[in-house]
């Protein structure tokens, strides 16, 4: 079994898709962003984290009911 780290590009598309998919139901994450540091540190392997950030608690509400919808499909 390979150990494949996502590299900062990786995390990057990873970062694009998820504010793609979240746009499709209105929903914006201003602090959505690939987390830097993680690549910084000596973690093995490399974390490759994704920063959700802050929302609001209408922006959080909209995003749990398009996962409740989403999952009741």
Do not use: W
């Amino acid at each position: 079994m390979s150990d494949r780290s996502p590299t900062a590009y990786d995390v990057t598309l990873c970062v694009e898709e998820l504010r793609a998919a979240l746009a499709l139901h209105g929903i914006t994450l201003p602090s959505l962003r690939a987390d830097l540091p993680s690549f910084a540190g000596t973690y093995a392997p490399p974390a490759g984290l994704v920063t959700l950030g802050n929302c609001n608690t209408a922006t959080a509400r909209a995003l749990a009911a398009a996962l409740r919808k989403a999952a009741a499909q």
